[in-house]
T-cell receptor, first 112, second 114 residues
Framework: QKEVEQNSGPLSVPEGAIASLNCTYSDRGSQSFFWYRQYSGKSPELIMSIYSNGDKEDGRFTAQLNKASQYVSLLIRDSQPSDSATYLCAVNSDFGNEKLTFGTGTRLTIIP | AAGVIQSPRHLIKEKRETATLKCYPIPRHDTVYWYQQGPGQDPQFLISFYEKMQSDKGSIPDRFSAQQFSDYHSELNMSSLELGDSALYFC?????????????FGPGTRLTVL
């Protein structure tokens, strides 16, 4: 079982709708969680970080964390065609070290 | 704002050759990370440095070595290249090395081994 799991998609969402991306992780001791956006052939771009249970909002993006359920999600409101990309969930599972463990990513397509 | 700089952006090598990838972190960032991303794969952590000392090590082959210099830039040295080493190599940097520190990625070096 992979440490960080995401639905690979593709996930298709109409323009203007809400896109919901989900991620589960296996290490209950994980402390920090990150969402990256990656366009094809480009580098991961940090969108959100979240460390505490609950919601964290930044513009059109909302990250949600539930440590009891080992679940983190990303909501994208008012989806735009430029949001079409692969979204990577990353987890820091060992607080003595800094490495990020990534999920395989969810490919999101916004349909105009 | 200044970002992570990587060079070269593209590199083509033959099997058994060596390659050196360079990374210049965001100014004031003291921690550098190297990741490898194969086609259709997620980034895999290779190694990290904090204040010029190796701080964590992942699935880095023994054929690879890396270091961080006094100006905080880092180099990844790859020897005896194999076809399977063809991948995107990303460098990321952060300010500090706790798990809370956000990592910012450079544009990557695309290595092709023929």
């Amino acid at each position: 079982q992979k440490e960080v799991e995401q639905n690979s998609g593709p996930l298709s969402v109409p323009e203007g709708a809400i896109a919901s991306l989900n991620c589960t992780y296996s290490d209950r001791g994980s402390q920090s969680f990150f969402w990256y956006r990656q366009y094809s052939g480009k580098s991961p771009e940090l969108i959100m970080s979240i460390y505490s249970n609950g919601d964290k909002e930044d513009g059109r993006f909302t990250a949600q964390l539930n440590k009891a359920s080992q679940y983190v999600s990303l909501l994208i409101r008012d989806s735009q065609p430029s949001d079409s990309a692969t979204y990577l969930c990353a987890v820091n599972s060992d607080f003595g070290n800094e490495k990020l463990t990534f999920g395989t990513g969810t490919r999101l397509t916004i349909i105009p | 704002a200044a970002g992570v700089i990587q060079s070269p952006r593209h590199l083509i090598k033959e099997k058994r050759e060596t390659a050196t990838l360079k990374c210049y972190p965001i100014p004031r960032h003291d921690t550098v990370y190297w990741y490898q991303q194969g086609p259709g794969q997620d980034p895999q952590f290779l190694i990290s440095f904090y204040e010029k000392m190796q701080s964590d090590k992942g699935s880095i082959p023994d054929r690879f070595s890396a270091q961080q210099f006094s100006d905080y830039h880092s180099e990844l040295n790859m020897s005896s290249l194999e076809l399977g080493d063809s991948a995107l190599y990303f460098c990321a940097s952060s300010l500090g090395r706790t798990g809370y520190n956000e990592q910012f990625f450079g544009p990557g070096t695309r290595l092709t081994v023929l």
